[in-house]
C-alpha cells in the first residue's frame, strides 16, 4: 500500500478520492448530502475547486450553503 501527499492530504494510492458535499445552515450544523468517487486526487481537487468557486460566491455567508470537501482534508476552509 503506498501513500502519497498532495495539497496536504494523505491518500492510498490503491483507493478512490472521496469528495464530501456538505449541507451547512446557521443553527442546525452541518451534514453530509451527498459523496462523489473520483479516480485520482487531481481530478477530486479540482471538482472541489469548481463546485465551491460557482455555488459559494467570496463575501457574506448566507444562513444556508452546500460546499465540496475532500476526504482527509487537513486544511481549513473551502478550497479555491
Known sequence: MGLDYHFGICYDNNMTVKVYIIESERGWGQRVDEVKDFPDKEAAYQFCKDYNNKYNPIGETPDWYMYA????????????
Open 69 to 80: 470537501r475532500l476526504e482527509n482534508q487537513e486544511e481549513f476552509g473551502m478550497i479555491r
